[in-house]
């Protein structure tokens, strides 16, 4: 028989809890420090496109009714609103008018002025009857050597105009 001495057994080393913190923390710190440098920078190019909407011009209504016009009275006011066909708010700048004609042979766009200014300077929303519009006027020109009877009862045409 050999002569086997028997060991006594190793004991286990045991390691502080600040060991086992300092420990860990210096191997996240390595881990992390790599981590934060182990990447590749790299540039590219791309391309997109984009497209805008269009939009439909606004229609300029008078609200204000305007008779009696005669030789020698005032002028009366012309005001309104705008009809917005489009799906969103449309940015309307003025409103400017001009007489086209009448309905009645011998009296014409001449027999008539439109003054005054009508800034809107204002984003006029989507749909019918919205924003409004006033500072215009018209008048009777009175032509003191001309007979004006053929304008007698004459109704009057006007074109707004948006800008």
């Not at 027999?111 to 929303?125: L, Q, R, S």
Request: aromatic share 6%; with cysteine; charged share 10%.
């Amino acid at each position: 028989m050999s002569n086997i001495s028997a060991r006594p057994p190793v004991a286990k080393k045991k390691f502080s809890r600040k060991t086992k913190i300092a420990a860990s923390t210096a191997a996240f710190l390595l881990t992390g420090a790599g981590a934060a440098f182990a990447y590749w920078t790299m540039t590219g190019s791309g391309a997109g496109t984009a497209s805008t909407g269009t939009n439909a011009a606004v229609v300029v209504n008078q609200t204000s009714t305007v008779s009696g016009l005669a030789p020698g009275l005032a002028a009366q006011s012309l005001s309104g609103n705008f009809d917005n066909p489009n799906s969103g708010p449309t940015f309307v700048a003025a409103v400017t008018a001009t007489v086209t004609g009448t309905d009645k042979a011998g009296c014409g766009p001449t027999d008539y002025t439109i003054a005054g200014a009508a800034p809107v300077n204002a984003e006029v929303p989507a749909g019918s009857g919205v924003g409004a519009w006033t500072g215009l006027t018209i008048q009777f020109n009175n032509k003191p050597a001309t007979n004006q009877d053929a304008c007698k009862g004459a109704v009057v045409a006007i074109s707004f105009t948006s800008s």
